[in-house]
């Protein structure tokens, strides 16, 4: 016999078995049943237009039919090897052909180690320990990327606040934490130290986007000092465009980290740099003092190769980016016009491809500007989406290739109603 479950019988079990009654992603009062298209439902049955989409990897869509295809194609063939594989390879290739600064790739799983081999890596090649970071700026779970993400108490650039217990003090010494969007404070940081490896920096940091000159910028004064720069394209490649923020913003870093959509839905990320930085990767070129050792069970997974390949193929198709950016210019101007209808001051950040709303009437360029005036505000606003069928992440909309007419109707009725009742929340309606 079949026993249905409600989700707070969900809810239940998981207050038993994992601490915090989740996996630490996202809010655990809803559990997922199953996704489609553009949508998900929960496990009342409930469904929900998803602008999550698995915080990034789904940009075609949940069970896009030419993936699963790849996917089903490649599972009786073999789940994991560890060995090479030809869709590991092909992958590589694909993503070398894509992103500017890849001349080779080295796969990991997720998206955090790929940081903190890239962090690595740029010691390894420059023979200095020194990191400057941004604040607010995420990069991952490992020691160095957990200083200064959400710093609990603010303190003078550039010293470092861990974010997480566990850290060893001393990997605070090895950060230097500067502004984003802050060219001078880099500037003036690079003059002072001359043991900085690498900038790591989201080149859409979260939301906010650089200003028109700051990647030009870091890209000039990583050349003068002979730092070398990193671009955490975990959420921006294959999603600002086909060649990630490096394309659309014209910048080429020296490394860059990959993820979410090159692993199609599946466990895969990738760091990439041309072949001379990438050589500290191969033992026999560099010599055992500059090797850097990296393996890792699942890397380079078949399955995931084979549906990132995929989702790859589909993007590449003529047309995609801009049908992309045209739904996300619609979110955009939907809230936009919900929101000034009832008298809120908000500002739209981001690019069409990821963004979200502050409720503020300042432009955020940084950690410390990007806040809500009143977060109760932000609140309201995304608990009334989700009660009229909107899925999302209280930081983040993902449009996805998935939407369809009718999803973005249901979302202009809710965006109407979170407006009206965040207005009334307010007391300005
Ligand atoms: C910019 C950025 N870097 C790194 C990561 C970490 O990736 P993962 O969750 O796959 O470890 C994320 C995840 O959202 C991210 O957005």
Request: negative net charge; contains cysteine.
């Amino acid at each position: 016999m079949h026993i249905t479950r409600s989700q707070t019988d969900w809810i239940a079990r998981a207050r038993e078995v994992l601490p915090a009654a989740g996996f630490g992603n996202f809010d655990p009062g809803i559990v997922i049943a199953r996704g489609e298209g553009a949508k998900v439902w929960d496990e009342d049955g409930r469904d929900y237009v998803d602008y999550l989409i698995g915080s990034g990897p789904m940009l075609l869509g949940h069970g896009h039919p030419e993936v699963m295809e790849a996917v089903l194609e490649q599972l009786p063939r073999g789940m994991t090897f560890f060995a090479n594989n030809a869709r590991g390879i092909e992958l590589a290739e694909a993503i070398c052909e894509a992103v500017p600064c890849c001349e080779q790739v080295r796969f990991v799983t997720s998206g955090g180690e790929a940081d903190m081999y890239a962090l690595r890596l740029a010691r390894a090649f420059t023979g200095r320990s020194k990191i400057l970071k941004f604040e607010g700026g995420y990069h991952g779970m490992s020691a160095e990327a957990q200083m200064s993400l959400a710093p609990a108490r603010e303190v003078n650039f550039p010293q470092a606040v861990p974010d997480s217990a566990g850290i060893p003090a001393s990997v605070a010494e090895q950060m230097l934490i500067a502004p984003f969007n802050d060219l001078e404070a880099v500037a003036s940081l690079m003059a002072e130290h001359d043991d900085i490896a690498a900038i790591i920096v989201e080149p859409l940091q979260r939301i906010i986007p650089p200003k028109p000159d700051f990647l030009r910028g870091l890209r000039a004064l990583c050349d003068r000092h002979g730092v070398l720069l990193i671009f955490d394209e975990i959420v921006t490649g294959f999603r600002l465009a086909y060649g990630g923020a490096q394309e659309r913003y014209g910048v080429v870093p020296d490394i860059c980290t990959l993820g979410k959509i090159i692993g199609g839905g599946f466990p895969l990320a990738a760091l990439g740099a041309s072949a001379e930085i990438m050589a500290h990767f191969d033992k026999e070129v560099v010599g055992a003092d500059k090797w850097l050792m990296q393996l890792g069970t699942l890397s380079g997974n078949p399955v995931a190769a084979a549906a990132g390949l995929k989702t790859m193929e589909v993007l590449k198709r003529p047309g995609q980016y801009d049908r992309l950016r045209a739904l996300g210019t619609c979110l955009q101007e939907m809230q936009s016009t919900a929101l000034d209808a009832v008298g809120l001051d908000h500002r739209i950040c981001g690019d069409p491809t990821l963004f979200d709303l502050y409720f503020t009437s300042a432009d955020p360029v940084d950690y410390r500007s990007a806040r809500h005036d009143d977060p109760g505000r932000n609140g309201v606003y995304n608990r009334v989406l989700r009660e009229n069928g909107v899925f999302k992440s209280p930081g983040k909309l993902y449009p996805c290739l998935a939407l369809t007419d009718l999803d973005l109707a249901r979302t202009v009725t809710a965006v109407s109603r979170a407006a009206e009742a965040t207005a009334q929340a307010a007391g300005t309606a």
